[in-house]
């Protein structure tokens, strides 16, 4: 199977970059609708409707959501490339129909999205609500699940820049977790389920993009979802789509995830989960903060009169405008910064930094700035 041209193939051109809205998926649900596939299933803090999309017969049931967090869309773009496939009469689309039967949730948290926030309306985590239930959209995604009894669950989720996998100086562009279901992190048949699944799914992402797959922290928390269900007893996977370079519209990732979802149901189906793949589960790198935007290194700076030589990062602030995210880069840090890695790093050699406002980069202004007063940094990058 070409994963590249399954991909090209099925992809949803008519959704793309980082804010996607009810109002950007209500077309697809609408064509998607041909026999009451798509259903009302509850509604959000301000009365905006949450669908649920079903299609497949087969007797293993896959529950899977997205944008529980409003202002995480990639995994919803990755979704609809997949359900492309399955309605593409294809031999593996039927297959997998047959295989299992598919219950999504594209958008769960439709005021986050349309906001553009982690939150909810009522500005509370759905992810930490699975306990309390305090929410609307948390007892939708609950009342299915006791419902729908699935025997996997894919909580999928977008993840900042800052991570990267391990200390290796690559962006972990897809991570994942088997959530634990206890506070000692034990491994029972239901969490090994989801190990083995993850496993396989890495297999096929190192060919892709070697060393940037990452493991997320597995630390029990009961009013995480995720954690949630697998303490529940069924197999859960958490997503996590990260960054690729340059790719902060998150398109390419967004191909990832398609591979990661086409891998998932095809290791399925063919039932190849081997009896235990702990091992190779633990040696994806963890997930680790060690990413910045934007670095700038051996700066010449003047610190109360002193001139020092230092380095300073910037990191991007995703703000809604009138419809649109726009990326403005913000100063955040000075400092050796030991460790940390940019996705774009500039080496001044000494050059000395100076703004409107003096010679040194202060934090929360914006990245506008000259080294040597000739070269212009406009919002992080040297403007030519």
Not at 316 to 339: C, D, W
Request: glycine share 6%; proline share 3%; net charge negative.
């Amino acid at each position: 199977m070409n994963l590249e041209e399954l991909f090209h193939q099925y992809k949803e051109q008519s959704i793309e970059g980082r804010y996607l809205t009810l109002d950007h998926i209500q077309p697809l649900l609408d064509k998607l609708n041909t026999n009451n596939q798509v259903q009302l299933i509850g509604k959000s803090v301000l009365d905006k409707p949450i669908y649920s999309y079903e299609i497949g017969t087969g007797e293993t049931r896959i529950y899977l959501w997205s944008q529980m967090h409003g202002n995480e869309s990639t995994t919803t773009k990755a979704l609809f490339d997949f359900i492309n496939v399955l309605n593409s009469g294809s031999e593996f689309g039927n297959q997998m129909l047959k295989n299992f039967t598919f219950y999504c949730i594209p958008i769960l948290n439709p005021d986050g999205a349309a906001l553009y926030t982690r939150e909810n309306a009522n500005k509370i985590d759905l992810n930490r609500d699975s306990q309390n239930l305090t929410q609307p959209e948390s007892n939708v995604l609950r009342n299915v699940f006791e419902s729908f009894k699935p025997h996997y669950c894919f909580n999928l989720h977008d993840q900042r820049t800052i991570f990267g996998a391990g200390d290796t100086g690559k962006p972990a562009t897809v991570s994942f977790l088997a959530p634990s279901y206890n506070e000692e992190r034990d491994v029972n048949d239901n969490r090994l389920k989801a190990i083995n699944l993850i496993a396989g799914i890495n297999d096929v992402l190192q060919k892709y993009i070697p060393g940037q797959v990452g493991r997320f922290d597995d630390s029990f928390n009961i009013n995480c979802i995720g954690d949630t269900f697998q303490f529940l007893g069924v197999p859960t996977i958490l997503f996590e789509a990260g960054h690729y370079t340059n790719d902060y519209n998150r398109e390419i990732t967004r191909k990832f995830i398609f591979f990661s979802l086409i891998s998932a149901f095809k290791i399925l189906s063919e039932n190849d989960l081997v009896t235990n793949r702990i091992y190779d589960y633990l040696n994806i790198s963890q997930n680790k903060v060690v990413f910045y935007d934007f670095m700038y290194k051996n700066i010449k700076i003047n610190y109360d009169g002193i001139e020092i030589i230092t380095n300073f990062v910037a990191q991007y602030r995703e703000e809604l405008i009138e419809n649109k995210i726009h990326f403005n880069a913000y100063i955040v840090e000075v400092g050796e910064l030991e460790n940390y890695f940019g996705h774009y790093e500039y080496d001044a050699k000494g050059a000395g930094y100076s703004d409107d406002l003096g010679s040194f980069p202060n934090l929360n202004q914006k990245a506008d700035f000259y080294l040597n007063k000739n070269i212009k940094f406009v919002n992080g990058l040297i403007k030519s």
